[in-house]
DNA sequence: ATACTTGCAAATTGTTTGCATATGA
DNA sequence: TCATATGCAAACAATTTGCAAGTAT
């Protein structure tokens, strides 16, 4: 369980481990990722329906300084949540048609990103890429579609 | 000037060219680009002030609609206006240290996002990469401080 | 003439904060 | 004990809409 990783670091930080945030982080670290938070205040409030949407959003938000959660914001503009990936670095394809988030790495990206910079004189921190489209789901079905009619 | 083929796609449209549309147009075309609602706002006022924020909002989203201008948001989550490129594709640089963006273009990466995308079993609408860090004149700045001190 | 446009005010949405009360270390 | 956390309500900011009056075709 990442709840002791959890205790260690919100002691280092003078913080306290509650009940609140601990039902928060293991609803958050068994979910799906990529969730904005409304969705996740939502699977807390069928949990346990006294957490109030603050401590949901403040618990997130802490989660994210700890290390535990990253932010994303894609093209829709919605701040998503999902659980920190110690180490690798991946990117995004996001299907428009089910708005499903496929994750993906690509060592080469990586290294292309660096000739990019370089050329540029720029010195990077970090990058995102994101690839929207049609999933093979959603193609498949809208294909099935063109078929039947 | 772009007005002309903004009056086609107007009249395509079956909408109507407006002083108001027209002088925002000019004003958002001869701009530096990557600028949110509010900054075009201030530069129509500046110069009709007549004008409201309500109608610069819409004629932005109608210019984005003709195929006029490209809406973008980086990591800061903020709506951005581009006068929209004809053709080409390009993706972004962005000085986490002074705001500044700028514009790449860079083949390999096209290509790149295909072989992502067949891995995937993806078709690909669009992309967008965009790398964070620290511009050249940024940098030299902070290292002469550096020095300073 | 009439459908489209404007600009104000007001609604909406997503995010963030103030504060009195409750609680973990 | 006492600094931190909670949850409500309310502030905020950015975006979007309703509507009466104005305008291009």
Redesign the interface.
Known sequence: METDLFKTRISEEGLKATKQREEILNIFMTSSGHQNLAQIYAQVAKINPKIGYTTVYRTLKLLTHLGLATQR?F?D?E?RYEPASEGSHHDH?I??DCGKI?E?E?Q??ET??NG??R??????????????????EC?RKKRMGRRKS
């Not at 050329?119 to 995102?128: M, N, Q, V």
């Open positions: 914001k093209a503009g701040t394809l299907c428009l496929i993906f690509d080469t990206l292309l990103q990019i910079a050329r540029h004189r720029f010195k990077i921190s970090h990058h995102r890429m994101e690839i929207y489209g049609c999933c093979e193609h």
